[in-house]
T-cell receptor, first 116, second 114 residues
Framework: AQTVTQSQPEMSVQEAETVTLSCTYDTSESNYYLFWYKQPPSRQMILVIRQEAYKQQNATENRFSVNFQKAAKSFSLKISDSQLGDTAMYFCAFMKLRTGAQKLVFGQGTRLTINP | KAGVTQTPRYLIKTRGQQVTLSCSPISGHRSVSWYQQTPGQGLQFLFEYFSETQRNKGNFPGRFSGRQFSNSRSEMNVSTLELGDSALYLC?????????????FGPGTRLTVT
């Protein structure tokens, strides 16, 4: 079974700073996807970024980028120039790359607060 | 394009009752997954439906069931409710194919069991 661990329950930074959220996972699979989801106080889960395990290049979406270290099974999220709207719970998630296995395994989440 | 919708948004039920939650996926999406979110257990996968068939199931008791209709809309049913079933129930949709894996979530249904 796959497990996802987020070791930082809470983080807090000042607006415009850069922040990195950590995620490690455990799997015996070689092909999989990794995701970061954001859940603001409104509770709507929003997809932030995804990474295919077979791709060596780290994914980037505007101010959001990941540092994917496959051998170390590490998948951190970096938020640059943080904004007040980035305040949310952030969940790291794993999915096996196999038809019929569309099941996300989530970490426990990191509560991120951006202070003005 | 409209997002994933879930109804109702809030629900209060009594122990022993049953409840049905509904999820309408993004147009064109054929896969619907359900997740339970609680403060203690976090986000846990319930089941996934694709083309009206349950394709994947999590470790939940048989009181939790679901179905999917020909228009890809899905319902989730919980029978004989227990206090521990109080949670946010999230539905997510995706194309469900072999090369597309992103899941898009609805706003959730907050179920309170008293």
């Amino acid at each position: 079974a796959q497990t996802v661990t987020q070791s930082q329950p809470e983080m807090s930074v000042q607006e415009a700073e850069t922040v990195t959220l950590s995620c490690t996972y455990d799997t015996s699979e070689s092909n999989y996807y990794l995701f970061w989801y954001k859940q603001p106080p409104s509770r709507q889960m929003i997809l932030v970024i995804r990474q295919e395990a077979y791709k060596q290049q780290n994914a980037t979406e505007n101010r959001f980028s990941v540092n994917f270290q496959k051998a170390a099974k590490s998948f951190s999220l970096k938020i640059s120039d943080s904004q007040l709207g980035d305040t949310a719970m952030y969940f790291c998630a794993f999915m096996k790359l196999r038809t019929g296995a569309q099941k996300l395994v989530f970490g426990q989440g990191t509560r991120l607060t951006i202070n003005p | 394009k409209a997002g994933v919708t879930q109804t109702p948004r809030y629900l209060i039920k009594t122990r022993g009752q049953q409840v049905t939650l509904s999820c309408s996926p993004i147009s064109g999406h054929r896969s619907v997954s359900w997740y339970q979110q609680t403060p203690g257990q976090g986000l846990q996968f319930l089941f996934e439906y694709f083309s009206e068939t349950q394709r994947n199931k999590g470790n939940f008791p048989g009181r939790f069931s679901g179905r999917q209709f020909s228009n890809s809309r899905s319902e989730m049913n919980v029978s004989t409710l227990e206090l521990g079933d109080s949670a946010l129930y999230l539905c997510a949709s995706s194309f469900g194919g072999a090369t597309t894996y992103e899941q898009y979530f609805g706003p959730g249904t907050r179920l309170t069991v008293t």
